[in-house]
């Protein structure tokens, strides 16, 4: 079964610029998570996914960041205009439908993002 | 609000000792626990999580977890640290009901010296 994939995995940007990441979770998982992960500490949630729809976005800084998970599969996270503050890793996780808090989140290889 | 609290971001033991990392958690409602090993440069790979059933949880690799209510605890351990066990470690819980997202700890970077 092919893992959560996550491109790319390195991208620098200088500031003020937009990028923009792609994950596709697992065949089958309807949940999606995207997590910040900066340097020396644990990852936050920034925006989690219900097929297409959004269960919680309230750490999302919504004045840079944006997500969509068009059709209820692949998920793309944008940031426009980039901060020095926003270099971290970027990790895609994906997780089934049943279960719920007891199911196991899938983690992508993530994406690490600098900003110059 | 669930938090968790990781004591020792660093912490060194030799080949064939035991390992033990430390996870304290704060939770409104009965937890659920996980720990995730993280090595460089790849995403989280889950080793073992609790979820209200046996209390000593046994995962991937050899390790083991036991989670105490009264200590609001739930310590990672392995009998024997092997090489390649040197890597990231994170304690999680999930939030309150209905949401499913990770709280994560701060990290243990765990280094095993020859």
């Known amino acids: 079964e092919a893992g959560v994939a996550q491109s790319p995995r390195y991208k620098i940007i200088e500031k003020r610029q937009s990028v923009a990441f792609w994950c596709n979770p697992i065949?089958?998982?309807?949940?999606l998570y995207w997590y910040q992960q900066i340097l020396g500490q644990g990852p936050k949630l920034l925006i989690q996914?219900?097929?297409?729809?959004?269960?919680?976005d309230s750490q999302l800084p919504k004045d840079r960041f944006s997500a969509e998970r068009l059709k209820g599969v692949d998920s793309t996270l944008k940031i426009q205009p980039a901060k020095l503050e926003d270099s971290a890793v970027y990790l895609c996780?994906?997780?089934?439908?049943?279960?719920?808090?007891?199911?196991?989140?899938?983690f992508g290889p993530g994406t690490r993002l600098t900003v110059l | 609000a669930q938090s968790v609290t990781q004591l020792g971001s660093h912490v060194s033991v030799s080949e064939g000792a035991l390992v033990l990392l430390r996870c304290n958690y704060s939770?409104?409602?009965?937890?659920?626990l996980f720990w995730y090993v993280q090595y460089p440069n790849q995403g989280l790979q889950l080793l073992l999580k609790?979820?209200?059933?046996?209390?000593l949880v046994k995962g991937i690799n050899g390790f083991e977890a036991e989670f105490k209510k009264s200590e609001t605890s739930f310590h990672l351990t392995k009998p024997s640290a092997h090489m390649s066990d040197a890597a990231e470690y994170f304690c999680?819980?999930?939030?309150?009901?209905?949401?499913?997202?990770?709280?994560f700890g701060s990290g243990t970077r765990l280094q095993v010296q020859p």
């Open positions: 996780a994906s997780s089934p439908l049943a279960g719920g808090r007891s199911d196991t989140q899938y």
């Open positions: 939770s409104s409602v009965p937890p659920y």
């Open positions: 996914f219900q097929n297409n729809g959004v269960v919680d």
């Open positions: 065949s089958g998982h309807a949940t």
């Open positions: 999680a819980v999930t939030m309150g009901t209905g949401r499913r997202a990770l709280t």
């Open positions: 609790y979820t209200s059933a046996a209390t």
